[in-house]
Structure formats: C-alpha cells, structure tokens
C-alpha cells in the first residue's frame, strides 16, 4: 500500500470529526488507522443470543519496519457527538454488558494488519426493548507512525431483535378510537404523524380497491390503493391531497413499516424509514376530533368498511412532524413517553371488551385505547432488528 499524502482533505475531515487542530503537511507520511473505518465509521453485530463476538482489526498504510503496539479505549464520550452529527440515537452499551479480548494490538514487522481484537457482548439483561446500541472503541496511543485521525475510532452498533407479536385486521376485527373526539385540544393540529408496521395478506380487489391501515377518511388517512393507482400501492389523504408511492408497489407476505407526516408545509410518506414521495400543502391543520365516515379507524375507514387483510403492530399516533432520522430510527419501538406521543398500540397483546370484542391499551397513559370487534382476534409472532 503507498503512503498516505494529507493536506487539505483530511483537515475538513477532521473538523467535520469535531477533532481540535490539524497538520497541514505537504509531505506524505505514514499512518495506522481502524481497518473498517476507512470504509464506514461504524460496524454492526447482530446480538440474538449472548456471549456474541465481533472482531476487528488495526492497519498501517505501508508495511512495518518494526513491531507497532497499539493501545486501544472505550470512549463513551464520543457517542453524543457522534449521534449529533449523524442522525443517530444510539445508546452507550452497559460496561458490565461487553468486554474487550486485549486493550492492545499490534502490527508485527513485514506486516500492514494487526491480529483480530475481538468485542464480545456478554449479557444484554441490561438492554431496553428496542434501543439500538452502540460502543466507540479508539485508538489511545501508538509505538510509531502516526493515526489517522478520520479513522481512529470505529463505532460498533449492537442490534437485538424485537421480540413482539401482532394483530390481525379484517372485516371481523377492526378497531376505533373514539375518545379522539372527545378531545377538542386536537381540532387544529398544526403537526401530525401516523406510523405503523404493516403486513398484508392480500390487497382489496372491489372498487374502490382501497385497504385502510388507518386514520379518518378524508381527514389523515393511510391506505393502500383508490380507483386511480394500483391496490398495492401506499397512499396518504387529506381532502385533495393525496399523494401515493407509485415507484414503490408493496407485496403480500412481508412486514413494512410506513409513517404519513404532515409538517403544515408537505404531506410525505415515508417507507422502511426513508422517504418516497409527497406533496406541499398550504398550512391547514388536521382534526383528529372528526366524525368524518364514522372517526379514527385503525384496519377500516368509510363507515367501517374499506377493510384492510393484514396485521398490524407498533402503531403510533404524534402530534409533531417527525423527521427522517426519528422515523428510521424508532421503527421497532419508541418511549410511551416520548414527546408529542398522543397515542401508542403495539398490537402485541388486547383485553376482551366490557361487553364484547378486545381492547387494545393506549400505552402512553393518554387513554386512548383502540376498541376491535372480534371476541379473539388471531395474533403473530414478530422478530425486527
């Protein structure tokens, strides 16, 4: 490998790393960094069971002359910044949950590559349901050359699945929520976000070929298909504005997760946590207090038909505009108590009805539980990392 030339590119780096200072050297030299941080600054490992490894490794940008040790940290303080600047909110790792193979490497005369260190998660009893882990390992100090600073650290992201399970909606169970209505504070809102995960069976194949997830029709509703698009295709409404990812036809079979946002200047749709499609709006407000076709519907809308064949879980209702990183990063779960949360449905477990039917519980403590129809509704095991 030839010796690294920095001048002007890796101060820009550096700065954009928040790291203070920065040679501007004209002259090539050598350099050791993090392996897989030259690619990408962080590396994944699925933890479904425990003790889970992953190793990693330590480079020179040309062969060593002599043995090179390198000394290694765990740097929780660099998390937030790192999170900041990404889009991100994972979590430091408890200590107790990994641990380290050595806390030095090294890079032995003739060779470019360090022996593997191996990062072993021991225990994930710590870990909350949902969040997303991650451990900053950097490297401290070396015998000779300098570090590459861009590389010097390399952010390694534990993921543990969500465990859960889901509801079945069909024409004999689907849900309302009527105290929606009874809560005038949500006539106007100026913000909304409806988010759930979704898996159909099949798609409605009778005019008007729609399938309602959920919402109020006209008001905030999501669905899929109308008369005018295809009955595998995502579409969101409020009165005219109705924009629908045609480029991105769902198939049965297979778990999604899809928000509608209404920031009071667009009405988007976002699929898997990315954006697809939307269209501008001119500031109107939603009313979730709306009796419109008979109120919110969760699998159902129009007076309780329009019903959808599926399975549903992990459906929210926010009074905010969620952006990007907050959608793709909450899909498998979120705090009950996160701000601008009104109402959340995991759809992972109900209670029979007062009379008849199920309950499924608000798990924000707002009191806005979801009322289905069926005496038992059919449920499904999830697995989402």
């Given at each position: 490998?030839?010796?690294?030339?920095?001048?002007?590119?890796?101060?820009?780096?550096?700065?954009?790393?928040?790291?203070?200072?920065?040679?501007?050297?004209?002259?090539?030299?050598?350099?050791?960094?993090?392996?897989?941080?030259q690619n990408t600054s962080?590396?994944?490992?699925?933890?479904?069971?425990?003790?889970?490894?992953?190793?990693?490794?330590?480079?020179?940008?040309?062969?060593?002359?002599?043995?090179?040790?390198?000394?290694?940290?765990?740097?929780?303080?660099?998390?937030?910044?790192?999170?900041?600047?990404?889009?991100?909110?994972?979590?430091?790792?408890?200590?107790?949950?990994?641990?380290?193979?050595?806390?030095?490497?090294?890079?032995?005369?003739?060779?470019?590559?360090?022996?593997?260190?191996?990062?072993?998660?021991?225990?994930?009893?710590?870990?909350?349901?949902?969040?997303?882990?991650?451990?900053?390992?950097?490297?401290?100090?070396?015998?000779?050359?300098?570090?590459?600073?861009?590389?010097?650290?390399?952010?390694?992201?534990?993921?543990?699945?969500?465990?859960?399970?889901?509801?079945?909606?069909?024409?004999?169970?689907?849900?309302?929520?009527?105290?929606?209505?009874?809560?005038?504070?949500?006539?106007?809102?100026?913000?909304?976000?409806?988010?759930?995960?979704?898996?159909?069976?099949?798609?409605?194949?009778?005019?008007?070929?729609?399938?309602?997830?959920?919402?109020?029709?006209?008001?905030?509703?999501?669905?899929?298909?109308?008369?005018?698009?295809?009955?595998?295709?995502?579409?969101?409404?409020?009165?005219?504005?109705?924009?629908?990812?045609?480029?991105?036809?769902?198939?049965?079979?297979?778990?999604?997760?899809?928000?509608?946002?209404?920031?009071?200047?667009?009405?988007?749709?976002?699929?898997?946590?990315?954006?697809?499609?939307?269209?501008?709006?001119?500031?109107?407000?939603?009313?979730?207090?709306?009796?419109?076709?008979?109120?919110?519907?969760?699998?159902?809308?129009?007076?309780?038909?329009?019903?959808?064949?599926?399975?549903?879980?992990?459906?929210r209702v926010w009074t905010?505009?969620?952006?990007?990183?907050?959608?793709?990063?909450?899909?498998?779960?979120?705090?009950?108590?996160?701000?601008?949360?009104?109402?959340?449905?995991?759809?992972?477990?109900?209670?029979?009805?007062?009379?008849?039917?199920?309950?499924?519980?608000?798990?924000?403590?707002?009191?806005?539980d979801a009322k289905g129809?069926?005496?038992?509704?059919?449920?499904?095991?999830?697995?989402?990392?």
């Amino acid at each position: 490998m030839k010796s690294l030339k920095i001048k002007y590119f890796p101060c820009l780096l550096a700065l954009a790393a928040g790291i203070a200072g920065c040679d501007n050297v004209d002259e090539p030299y050598d350099a050791i960094y993090m392996t897989d941080a030259q690619n990408t600054s962080y590396k994944t490992i699925t933890v479904d069971e425990t003790p889970q490894g992953v190793e990693f490794t330590v480079s020179s940008s040309v062969k060593a002359t002599s043995d090179v040790t390198i000394e290694l940290e765990v740097r929780p303080d660099l998390l937030e910044e790192y999170n900041r600047a990404n889009g991100k909110n994972y979590v430091m790792a408890p200590e107790s949950s990994f641990s380290l193979s050595t806390a030095k490497t090294e890079i032995s005369a003739g060779y470019s590559q360090s022996q593997p260190v191996e990062l072993v998660v021991n225990s994930t009893e710590e870990f909350a349901e949902g969040a997303i882990y991650c451990i900053p390992v950097r490297i401290k100090s070396v015998s000779a050359m300098k570090v590459l600073e861009p590389s010097r650290t390399l952010y390694i992201v534990l993921k543990a699945p969500v465990v859960s399970k889901a509801i079945y909606l069909g024409s004999g169970n689907i849900y309302k929520v009527p105290s929606f209505k009874e809560d005038a504070s949500l006539s106007a809102l100026k913000q909304l976000t409806l988010e759930t995960r979704v898996y159909m069976n099949s798609f409605q194949t009778r005019d008007p070929y729609i399938s309602s997830i959920m919402g109020i029709e006209g008001v905030c509703c999501v669905r899929f298909g109308d008369v005018k698009i295809d009955n595998n295709v995502l579409q969101i409404c409020h009165d005219s504005y109705q924009p629908a990812a045609v480029d991105r036809p769902f198939e049965t079979g297979r778990w999604y997760h899809v928000a509608a946002v209404w920031s009071g200047a667009s009405w988007d749709i976002y699929i898997d946590g990315q954006y697809a499609t939307g269209i501008p709006v001119a500031g109107e407000t939603i009313d979730l207090t709306s009796d419109n076709s008979g109120g919110f519907y969760l699998g159902a809308s129009y007076g309780g038909g329009r019903t959808l064949d599926g399975y549903i879980a992990e459906t929210r209702v926010w009074t905010k505009a969620l952006s990007q990183s907050e959608i793709a990063n909450n899909m498998n779960y979120v705090d009950p108590a996160s701000d601008g949360l009104l109402a959340y449905w995991r759809m992972n477990a109900w209670e029979p009805g007062e009379t008849s039917g199920n309950v499924v519980r608000d798990l924000t403590g707002h009191g806005h539980d979801a009322k289905g129809a069926s005496s038992n509704p059919k449920m499904m095991d999830t697995k989402w990392l």
